[in-house]
């Protein structure tokens, strides 16, 4: 088998340079033949034949590289000598290469050499008026057959390439994806679980004369949200593990009114002055409740980032038709400084999440001094449901 494999490569290296030495074996065969044919010896004329022959033969060497100029010359010998193989084989090599207005003036060109070649010597014309069309035509036919299907092989292997690297390139743009969607997951989940966690601690490290209970309660809060922020993450990772889903929906929860309003009471704890209105029916569609979800999360993250020691409103109205709108607004901070480096990518998300539900969202200061987040997002009127549920939680300012 191993010597199969290096007779057929060697085969595929030389294969063409072969055919150009059997084209032109064949050729010079038929040439002497052609001029030992008369048995009277050999005259001037057989000789002109044979060299002919010899030219147009070793011609044929070339028709690959130069298929129109060898078939020139062919046809000059066949018109001059009579010589018709020659011939022949440069019209199947042309028509293979070429089947455009060249091939037509030649093969035309071709059928008249062949037909003056018999009025001025010894065969019958008129016979080669109505033959030469089916001799020259079954070359220039087969070579064009060969011609179509090579192409059409190219033109399908091209293709294939094509087609894989589209597949490679959407398979790149499919992990670039994945990876962005992984990246926002986690910095949803953790960054405001960590924020809490920093929070307590900095509350810890600005007053350490507090009594024993006071650190026992903001160790308390810092090991619950530590462990809460360990089983959001082994979630995550869990359902990244087997997510099938296209757009990462399997990655985030379906909220509703008791889930923001736990948000509220983690930043409570946490010593943030939060006050929240909700009005989320129970009915909201599951894509329009993990946005506003994320809206609520990520705006409170900042606030613990950015603004640890402000007031913050939290409102969240929806209603079939009109829609829900988010609004989070915390007055000017007092301290300055952030517990946690931001990284900027944050709102940036948030837009993009919000934008790709059909919604809008705008961050921005107030007149206060404050900062706002406000995002509305769409709720079609095409289904029933409850009527909200109105839940109002005042806090502490």
């Known amino acids: ?68 100029t060898v078939t020139m010359i062919t046809i000059a010998a066949m018109l001059t000598a009579g010589i018709f193989v020659p011939m022949g084989l440069a019209l199947l090599t042309l028509a293979i290469r070429r089947r455009d207005l060249v091939l037509h003036t030649l093969g035309f060109s071709a059928y008249v050499a062949y037909v003056l070649n018999s009025w001025y010597g010894d065969g019958d014309f008129w016979v080669s008026v109505f033959t030469a069309p089916f001799l020259i035509g079954t070359w220039i036919a087969v ?35 994945e990876r962005a969607r992984i990246a926002q997951e986690m910095h949803d989940v953790l960054a405001h679980k960590v924020s809490l966690i920093a929070l307590h601690a900095g509350g810890l490290e600005v007053n350490p004369a507090v009594g024993p209970e006071k650190v026992e309660g903001s160790a308390r809060l810092i090991r619950e949200t530590a462990r809460q922020a360990m089983e959001d993450l082994r979630e995550v990772l869990g ?64 606030v613990h980032k950015h603004a640890r020691g402000a007031s913050t409103d939290v409102v969240v109205q929806g209603a079939r038709g009109a829609g829900v709108t988010v609004r989070v607004t915390n007055v000017r ?62 806090g502490e300012r």
């Open 1 to 68: 088998m191993r010597r199969l494999r290096r007779w057929y490569a060697w085969w595929v290296r030389h294969a063409a340079r072969l055919r150009d030495v059997l084209y032109a074996g064949f050729s010079l065969l038929t040439v002497v033949l052609q001029a030992a044919s008369d048995g009277a010896g050999w005259g001037i004329k057989d000789w002109f034949v044979l060299g002919a022959g010899v030219v147009a033969s070793v011609a044929l060497f070339w028709r690959r590289r130069f298929p129109a």
């Open 143 to 177: 070579g064009a057959y060969i011609g179509a299907r090579r192409d059409l092989m190219v033109s399908l292997r091209d293709r294939a390439e094509r087609a894989e690297a589209e597949r490679e390139l959407r398979g790149e743009q499919a992990r670039l994806g």
């Open 239 to 302: 359902v990244l593990r087997s997510d099938v889903s296209v757009d990462g929906a399997d990655l985030a929860p379906v909220p509703r009114a008791a889930d923001l309003e736990r948000l509220v009471e983690d930043s409570r704890e946490a010593g943030v002055s939060v006050t929240g209105e909700f009005a989320l029916p129970d009915d909201v569609p599951a894509s329009v409740g993990r946005t506003v979800y994320r809206v609520v999360q990520e705006s409170l993250t900042n």
């Open 333 to 394: 901070p007092v301290a300055a400084g952030s517990l946690l480096p931001g990284s900027g990518a944050g709102l940036v998300g948030l837009r993009e999440r919000v934008e790709l539900a059909g919604g809008k969202l705008t961050t921005g200061t107030t007149t206060e001094g404050g900062w706002r987040v406000e995002a509305w997002l769409p709720w079609s009127d095409g289904r029933e449901g409850a009527e909200p549920a109105v839940i109002v939680d005042e």
